[in-house]
């Protein structure tokens, strides 16, 4: 049996600037991290020709076509796979509008495992380019490419969307030291509402088509990823949450559909307690709020949204990666 561990991902400055709209004209760049909350594929073959696959429901099928997970259904036409194979996604975390990439991993994670399972080239690469076929090129779904990239790379990344459509992942250099102060200082708030990141980015690739003032904005958040490095290296977390704030103030009037008043209202009340900075995670409108925040603050944060779920983060390094064949 096949085993395909692929992580989740937070973006810390530069989202959106990965959709083609924009990185077509204007070069777009992100920096983001996978983190220790993953997804697992389980590939087998089966003993007949159907086709069982299992996530949220089960489908079992004799024609491809009749399967109604489109990522599965895609995924299958593109390694030409037909029959006879089983396969089941357990995840951590809930696989919908949580704004930590989980869809994405989830490709991710199943490129991977078919490409494994067919016995072929599987490198960090090579998954993420299928990954991104797949999803936007066979499925159409309207998103951008960082996610699929960093979950399949791992660690803390810078990536580059070139004009051309060429995409560069690039580590960070960080103190040691720092990099485990920087996610000590992480904690993650669910705002208690999940969105169809579909809607959000569709509405908001729309906008960057018709509005030059949203790709002004948009340019913007592009610097700021050249600022949120050079702090980085310079070890000054209370600036990386001065300028998660300025990106997440930027990327909120990017489209109305992006905040609402509660997730406005759990960013502000972080922020009156204590918190460098905030920023919503993913597309828009629900999802998890990250707050960077010294010890004592995430105890006061934990207690203020208690009746939320909150959690702490550690970077994963290792990106997609094969368990068991």
């Known amino acids: 049996?096949?085993?395909?561990?692929?992580?989740?991902?937070?973006?810390?400055?530069?989202?959106?600037?990965?959709?083609?709209?924009?990185?077509?004209?204007?070069?777009?760049?992100v920096i983001s991290c996978s983190i220790n909350k993953y997804i697992y594929?389980?590939?087998?073959?089966?003993?007949?020709?159907?086709?069982k696959i299992s996530y949220?429901?089960?489908?079992?099928?004799?024609?491809?076509?009749?399967?109604?997970?489109?990522?599965?259904?895609?995924?299958?036409?593109f390694f030409k796979i037909n029959k006879g194979i089983e396969?089941?996604?357990?995840?951590?975390?809930?696989?919908?509008?949580?704004?930590?990439?989980?869809?994405s991993a989830f490709t991710v994670g199943l490129v991977n495992g078919l490409l494994n399972y067919k016995n072929k080239l599987s490198n960090k690469k090579n998954v993420a380019e299928n990954a991104c076929k797949i999803e936007i090129d066979k499925c159409h779904f309207p998103i951008?490419?960082?996610?699929?990239?960093?979950?399949?790379?791992?660690?803390?990344?810078?990536?580059?969307?070139?004009?051309?459509?060429e995409?560069?992942?690039?580590?960070?250099?960080?103190?040691?030291?720092?990099?485990?102060?920087?996610?000590?200082?992480?904690?993650?708030?669910?705002?208690?509402?999940?969105?169809?990141?579909?809607?959000?980015?569709?509405?908001?690739?729309?906008?960057?088509?018709l509005n030059k003032h949203i790709l002004d904005k948009m340019k913007k958040l592009v610097d700021l990823t050249?600022?949120?490095?050079?702090?980085?290296?310079?070890?000054?977390?209370?600036?990386?949450?001065?300028?998660?704030?300025?990106?997440?103030?930027?990327?909120?009037?990017?489209?109305?559909?992006i905040s609402n008043f509660r997730i406005n209202e759990i960013i502000d009340e972080g922020i009156k307690i204590g918190a460098y900075g905030a920023k919503l995670l993913g597309a828009g409108a629900g999802g998890h709020v990250l707050f960077l925040a010294k010890k004592n603050t995430k105890i006061k944060i934990k207690k203020k949204f208690y009746k939320l779920s909150t959690f702490d983060i550690k970077c994963d390094e290792n990106g997609s990666i094969l368990i068991n064949k």
């Open 41 to 51: 594929i389980f590939i087998n073959k089966k003993i007949d020709d159907r086709i």
């Open 144 to 165: 951008g490419k960082q996610d699929q990239y960093i979950s399949s790379y791992g660690g803390l990344k810078k990536i580059i969307f070139k004009t051309t459509g």
């Open 87 to 103: 396969i089941a996604s357990i995840s951590d975390m809930p696989t919908k509008g949580t704004g930590l990439g989980s869809s």
């Open 226 to 257: 050249k600022f949120f490095e050079k702090e980085i290296i310079n070890s000054d977390i209370e600036s990386l949450g001065e300028i998660i704030s300025e990106s997440w103030n930027i990327k909120k009037n990017l489209d109305f559909n």
């Open 167 to 209: 995409v560069n992942v690039k580590s960070i250099k960080i103190n040691p030291n720092f990099k485990k102060k920087l996610f000590d200082s992480i904690i993650l708030v669910d705002s208690g509402k999940n969105r169809l990141t579909n809607e959000v980015l569709s509405k908001l690739d729309q906008k960057i088509k």
């Open 1 to 29: 049996m096949i085993i395909i561990r692929t992580p989740f991902r937070i973006s810390f400055v530069g989202g959106s600037t990965d959709l083609k709209r924009f990185y077509k004209n204007h070069e777009g760049r």
């Open 56 to 77: 949220s429901k089960n489908e079992h099928v004799s024609d491809i076509n009749l399967i109604k997970h489109s990522i599965f259904r895609e995924s299958l036409k």
